[in-house]
């Protein structure tokens, strides 16, 4: 079974920075996209940042651009989301996924990891 497990959401000031980890488990990602999404309250989820499992390529979002690092630890099967000068317009709940495609048809979510920013 498919797992993917967010970790390390929080309430920080602007400004701050935050780590978040999602643990994969259950099958081999080597031929996985993973990455990170977010939903703030009241509108659609939208797409954070992503890294290739097997080549490491990396896509940000432009609003995040310059300021959060997507980064895997294939060892522990873990990636990391680096967010820096955190914003209020940041809070979201944020989710971990992993997307086979165009390989396989699979794609998995997290339950997600909520991060509040105060101003």
């Known amino acids: 079974q498919v797992q993917l497990v967010e970790s390390g959401g929080g309430l920080v000031q602007a400004g701050a920075s935050l780590r978040l980890s999602c643990a994969a488990s259950?099958?081999?990602?080597?031929?996985?996209?993973m990455g990170w999404f977010r939903q703030a309250p009241g509108k659609e989820r939208e797409f954070v940042a992503a890294?290739?499992?097997?080549?490491?390529?990396?896509y940000y979002a432009d609003s995040v651009k310059g300021r959060f690092t997507i980064s895997k630890d294939a060892t522990k099967n873990v990636v990391y989301l680096e967010m820096s000068s955190l914003a209020p317009e940041d809070t979201a709940l944020y989710y971990c996924?992993?997307?086979?495609?165009?390989?396989?048809?699979?794609?998995?979510w997290g339950q997600g990891t909520l991060v509040t920013v105060s101003s």
């Open positions: 996924n992993a997307d086979g495609r165009p390989w396989t048809p699979n794609v998995y």
């Open positions: 890294i290739s499992w097997s080549g490491g390529s990396t």
């Open positions: 259950g099958r081999t990602f080597s031929s996985y996209t």
